[in-house]
T-cell receptor, first 115, second 113 residues
Framework: NAGVTQTPKFRVLKTGQSMTLLCAQDMNHEYMYWYRQDPGMGLRLIHYSVGEGTTAKGEVPDGYNVSRLKKQNFLLGLESAAPSQTSVYFC??????????????FGPGTRLTVL | SQQGEEDPQALSIQEGENATMNCSYKTSINNLQWYRQNSGRGLVHLILIRSNEREKHSGRLRVTLDTSKKSSSLLITASRAADTASYFCATGSYGGSQGNLIFGKGTKLSVKP
C-alpha cells in the first residue's frame, strides 16, 4: 500500500496563476484533510472532507477550493495564487471519528512557492 | 487558532539521554495525540491518549496527560540520533468540527551522537 500520496512534490507559481494539488489515499478512509505548514506556525487546517462529495472549511480556507469527487482523492485548488500562499501543503486521511479521535495518516507534502 | 503549545521550542541532547517535551492547551479535549515529523517529510502518528487516561506507554515513549492543568508531556527514553525530528501535539475536542485536530507549533529535537 502506498498510503497517502501527493502530486506534485514541488511547484513554483507566479502571482495570479492557478494550480491543483492532488491527494490520493489507498486505505479506504472516509475523512481527508488539507493542511498548510508555515515556519513556526505548526499545521493549520484549510479544508476537510468527511466523505465522497462533501467538503467543509477549516481554519484558513480563504483563497482555496477543494473537491472530493472520488473517495480516494481530495483535490486542493488555488484559483489565483498569492505570495502569502507560499507554504508546504500536507494532505492527510483518517477513518471516521468525532473530535479527531483517530490518528491521521499524512502524505509527504507539496512545497509551493508563489513569486 | 493554535490550541496546543509545545515547550521547549527546541531541545538538544546527547544520544542515550532522555528527552521531555511538554504541551499545554486551552480548552477541554477528548484526546491528545503526538506526531513526529522528520525534516522534509510528512507527520507520523506516535501515540494517542484519551481524556480519561493519565499515562500511556509505547516502546520508548511515555505520554502523560493532566486535564486539570491542561497539559501533556512526551518522554522519549534512551534517545537515539534517529529520534532527531520535530514533535507536535494535537488535540481533539467535541467543540470542534468532526474529525478535526488542532496542532501545536512543535518542539524541534536534536539528538547528537
Amino acid at each position: 500500500n502506498a498510503g497517502v500520496t501527493q502530486t506534485p512534490k514541488f511547484r513554483v507559481l507566479k502571482t495570479g496563476q492557478s494550480m491543483t494539488l492532488l491527494c490520493a489515499q489507498d486505505m479506504n478512509h472516509e475523512y481527508m484533510y488539507w493542511y498548510r505548514q508555515d515556519p513556526g506556525m505548526g499545521l493549520r487546517l484549510i479544508h476537510y472532507s468527511v466523505g465522497e462529495g462533501t467538503t467543509a472549511k477549516g481554519e484558513v480556507p480563504d483563497g482555496y477550493n477543494v473537491s472530493r469527487l472520488k473517495k480516494q482523492n481530495f483535490l486542493l485548488g488555488l484559483e489565483s495564487a498569492a505570495p502569502s500562499q507560499t507554504s508546504v501543503y500536507f494532505c492527510a486521511s483518517s477513518v471516521p471519528g468525532l473530535a479527531g479521535y483517530n490518528e491521521q495518516f499524512f502524505g509527504p507534502g507539496t512545497r509551493l512557492t508563489v513569486l | 487558532s493554535q490550541q496546543g503549545e509545545e515547550d521547549p521550542q527546541a531541545l538538544s541532547i546527547q544520544e542515550g539521554e532522555n528527552a521531555t517535551m511538554n504541551c499545554s492547551y486551552k480548552t477541554s479535549i477528548n484526546n491528545l495525540q503526538w506526531y513526529r515529523q522528520n525534516s522534509g517529510r510528512g507527520l507520523v502518528h506516535l501515540i494517542l491518549i484519551r481524556s480519561n487516561e493519565r499515562e500511556k506507554h509505547s516502546g520508548r515513549l511515555r505520554v502523560t496527560l493532566d486535564t486539570s492543568k491542561k497539559s501533556s508531556s512526551l518522554l522519549i527514553t534512551a534517545s537515539r540520533a534517529a529520534d532527531t525530528a520535530s514533535y507536535f501535539c494535537a488535540t481533539g475536542s467535541y467543540g470542534g468540527s468532526q474529525g478535526n485536530l488542532i496542532f501545536g507549533k512543535g518542539t524541534k529535537l536534536s539528538v547528537k551522537p
